[in-house]
């Protein structure tokens, strides 16, 4: 998988867990995303680690996400 730009939208293709202030959400799988940042410069479990804002999550739009689940939108 090629290393993803900042800017670049994304979809996340695994549901997973994110934690905010000490409560827990969930980000589902086919949400859309836009790249902010990577956090690792190496490879976690066969995926780079990036800083995505999900400008569709209700409440959320002005927080960062680690996520490694991605794709790119075509």
Known sequence: ???????Q???VYK???ANVNGEDIIIKKGSI???RGLLLEYPYEN?????????SCKNWD???F??????PVK
């Open 66 to 71: 680690r996520v490694k689940y991605l794709e």
């Open 9 to 11: 939208k994304v979809r």
């Open 47 to 55: 995926s780079f680690v990036y800083q995505v804002e999900f400008p």
């Open 1 to 7: 998988m090629a290393r993803k730009r900042i800017g």
């Open 33 to 35: 995303g836009i790249i």
């Open 15 to 17: 549901d997973f867990k």
């Open 62 to 64: 002005k927080i960062v």
